[in-house]
């Protein structure tokens, strides 16, 4: 079936540290690939996307490309912020979404 | 509305009653989805509907668990006869349309602010 795997947490990362969180997916047909991040307090919000193979999506300076020969949607920041401090969760869809078990991320200052 | 939302926010419930947890998708989008967030765990998929039907029962935890959604828009998710077991945040989400058998992506699911269910 379909099913995405991340990385466990939680990553604790200094600030300006280079962030990267690993994901992998399982999947029928063409899936698109999601990241969604969860601020403290807030609701789950998408982060970035790819439809296809080769696609980067990248958005607030995070970036994940989209790797069919390694099925992979690993996501990266150059530089964190003490506000990147979330949960992210990494997502597949191909006829429904299906979400990794969610990464907590902190960033000290 | 401007986004999906939900109520009650907070629902505190006896072992043995049955709630109702509403959501109000954003106007337009076909697709509903329910996931339930447990504490210290990810999102599990529960129900989607396209339109007002589901064809996705799969992810239902039992059948104490059952939704439906009418004209179109509103959704209720019902859960009979609570256990402590289904504390957790319920969370909708909506999106224009879902995903067909051929394949294609579909598109941006847009979360509400969850329901924190606690069975005591």
């Known amino acids: 079936g379909n099913s995405v795997t991340q990385m466990e947490g939680p990553v604790t990362l200094s600030e300006e540290a280079f962030l990267t969180i690993n994901c992998t997916y399982t999947?029928?047909?063409?899936?698109?690939l999601f990241w969604y991040v969860q601020y403290p307090g807030e609701g789950l919000q998408l982060l970035l996307k790819?439809?296809?193979?080769?696609d980067k999506g990248s958005n607030k300076g995070f970036e994940a490309t989209y790797r069919k020969e390694t099925t992979s949607f690993h996501l990266e920041k150059g530089s964190v912020q003490v506000s990147d401090s979330a949960v992210y969760f990494c997502?597949?869809?191909?006829?429904?979404?299906?979400f990794g078990a969610g990464t907590r991320l902190t960033v000290k200052p | 509305g401007a986004g999906v939302s939900q109520s009650p926010s907070n629902k505190v419930t006896e072992k043995g009653k049955d709630v109702e947890l509403r959501c109000d998708p954003i106007?337009?989008?076909?697709?509903l989805y329910w996931y339930r967030q447990s504490l210290g765990q990810g999102l599990e998929f529960l129900i989607y509907?396209?339109?007002?039907?589901?064809?996705?029962k799969s992810g239902l935890p039992s059948d104490r668990f059952s939704a439906e959604r009418t004209g179109g828009s509103v959704s209720t998710l019902t859960i009979q006869r609570t256990q402590q077991e289904d504390s957790a945040v319920y969370l909708c989400?909506?999106?224009?349309?879902?995903?067909?058998?051929?394949?294609?992506?579909?598109?941006?699911?847009?979360f509400g602010p969850g329901t924190r269910l606690t069975v005591l």
């Open positions: 989400a909506s999106s224009r349309r879902h995903a067909g058998t051929s394949g294609a992506p579909t598109d941006t699911q847009y």
């Open positions: 106007s337009g989008h076909t697709a």
């Open positions: 509907f396209q339109g007002n039907s589901a064809p996705d």
């Open positions: 997502a597949l869809s191909v006829v429904d979404m299906r």
């Open positions: 790819a439809t296809k193979a080769d």
């Open positions: 999947a029928t047909g063409y899936p698109s």
